[in-house]
């Protein structure tokens, strides 16, 4: 089956800890993106990457940060710096050229206590 | 600059009623697309529909149709004979080239409830 798989689904951290949340994907796409959702609120661009081993800043990427070693994967770790972590996290993907739907994975919910 | 704006935060109806969920942006690119996802409770984004700028046909889906109008920027989105399956936060959204790269840019969302 083809599709974005993200591990975990919870995740707890305390307070000061460094966190590493999964994206995987076997759609054969070039892009990646990193969203993060509050409760009632839409979805902001965190880190996206078109090719491997580059990536830009979305609009909230302090505190965040991300790679891109192969094309199927675009890990996201949340650092100790991030002032406010709690949230959902989703990771999509999608075709490069033109404007292309994004297919979003299950995502994370990461609280820190 | 892009924007999305989903005024209705939450919509209450019950079971079979239709419903309207409205959608306006904000863009200067003359070239765009527009888009609809569902965030079921499960919290995975499921595509809808994707419609370009320069195609004002309205578009029908089994219970599902959008209304694209270009002269009042909207991209509404209604649900015929509601069901209770079709609880869920709704999303519009708005792609467009921003410093090279195409991205998407999300409104607020409208939560919908169907009571049976």
């Not at chain 1, 994907?25 to 081993?53: C, E, F, T």
């Not at chain 2, 969920?21 to 863009?27: G, I, P």
């Not at chain 2, 499960?42 to 309205?58: A, H, K, P, T």
Request: aromatic fraction near 14%; include cysteine; glycine fraction near 6%.
């Amino acid at each position: 089956d083809g599709g974005i798989t993200q591990s975990p689904k919870y995740l707890f951290r305390k307070e000061g800890q460094n966190v590493t949340l999964s994206c995987e994907q076997n759609l054969n796409h070039d892009a990646m993106y990193w969203y993060r959702q509050d409760p009632g609120q839409g979805l902001r661009l965190i880190y996206y990457s078109q090719i491997v081993n580059d990536f830009q800043k979305g609009d909230i990427a302090e505190g965040y940060s991300v790679s891109r070693e192969k094309k199927e994967s675009f890990p996201l770790t949340v650092t100790s710096a991030q002032k406010n972590p709690t949230a959902f996290y989703l990771c999509a993907s999608s075709i490069l050229q033109g404007y292309n739907e994004q297919f979003f994975g299950p995502g994370t919910r990461l609280t820190v206590l | 600059a892009q924007k999305v704006t989903q005024a209705q935060t939450e919509i209450s109806v019950v079971e079979k009623e239709d419903v309207t969920l409205d959608c306006v942006y904000e863009t200067r690119d003359t070239t765009y697309y527009l888009f609809w996802y569902k965030q079921p409770p499960s919290g995975e984004l499921v595509f809808l529909i994707r419609r370009n700028s320069f195609d004002e046909q309205n578009e029908i889906s089994g219970r599902y149709s959008w209304n694209f109008q270009k002269s009042t920027s909207s991209f509404n989105f209604t649900i015929t004979a509601s069901q209770v399956v079709d609880s869920a936060v709704y999303f519009c959204a708005l792609s467009g080239t921003i410093q090279g790269a195409q991205k998407l840019v999300f409104g607020q969302g409208t939560r919908l409830t169907i009571n049976p």
